[in-house]
């Protein structure tokens, strides 16, 4: 009697060995992994360009912790600054507070969760901004068709979506969707893409000291009002403990 598996089989259960090797260790956008447990944290620099004007330069950090392969929650901070035109520079951080909660497979990550954005840590000023809910802003810069876009739009709230897939041991992709909605009312509407190479795999230094250890290129996309898009290149770095 032939006990030896036909070769379908074999290939089915060479391929469930290898998503539950690596479950748990799935890039996914905004520099973040899914992880069954642990803390996560990421980094990434990059430029934003719009249109005409000058393109700006980019950082962003986070860091997050996974309290069940279900749910996880953190906080985030991104850096923007350069000159908009030849009259205006900008130099402005923004802060966010989310959480995520989580489809957690061997072979794919999604998640969905609301996400609190703003640009100031005085209290008091941000208790004026909540007050001030619908009202016009009067100090807009109207020397540079620029300034309307990089000025600054306030506190905002909203929702964040997206996934990862594994696609081998060294390379993920993801997506990403975010809908903000600032306290000045305008919507804001961005997506993004990602491709990830683990390079967690390729040191033996990383395998002892983390759980995860990926480089990542993301591509994202901002909507506002008039149908204005800014365009975002981001080279990032995402590790897991």
Not at 4 to 11: N, Q, V, Y
Not at 134 to 161: F, M, R
Not at 194 to 205: G, M, P, S, T
Request: net charge positive.
């Amino acid at each position: 009697m032939n006990t030896k598996w036909p070769g379908f089989l074999r290939k089915l259960g060479i391929s469930l060995l290898f998503l539950c090797a690596y479950s748990g260790a799935i890039p996914l956008p905004g520099q973040g992994i899914a992880q069954s447990k642990g803390a996560t944290g990421g980094m990434g620099v990059g430029s934003l360009i719009y249109s005409e004007c000058k393109t700006l330069y980019t950082w962003t950090g986070h860091g997050s912790y996974t309290y069940k392969s279900f749910l996880s929650s953190g906080l985030g901070l991104k850096f923007l600054g350069g000159n908009i035109d030849s009259k205006n520079n900008l130099v402005n951080q923004r802060y966010s507070v989310f959480a995520k909660f989580m489809r957690n497979k061997p072979e794919y990550a999604l998640f969905i969760g609301p996400i609190f954005s703003f640009e100031n840590t005085d209290l008091s000023a941000l208790r004026k901004e909540f007050s001030q809910i619908g009202e016009e802003n009067t100090e807009v810069n109207t020397e540079t068709k620029c300034s309307d876009l990089y000025a600054s739009i306030g506190s905002s709230i909203g929702y964040q979506s997206g996934g990862g897939f594994l696609l081998t041991p060294s390379w993920g992709i993801g997506f990403g969707q975010n809908l903000d909605l600032t306290l000045k009312g305008t919507l804001i509407f961005s997506y993004s893409g990602l491709v990830a190479f683990n390079l967690r795999e390729q040191f033996e230094k990383l395998k002892e000291n983390t759980e995860n250890f990926w480089l990542s290129l993301e591509y994202l996309a901002s909507m506002s009002r008039n149908n204005t898009v800014a365009h975002n290149v981001i080279l990032g770095l995402s590790v897991g403990f």
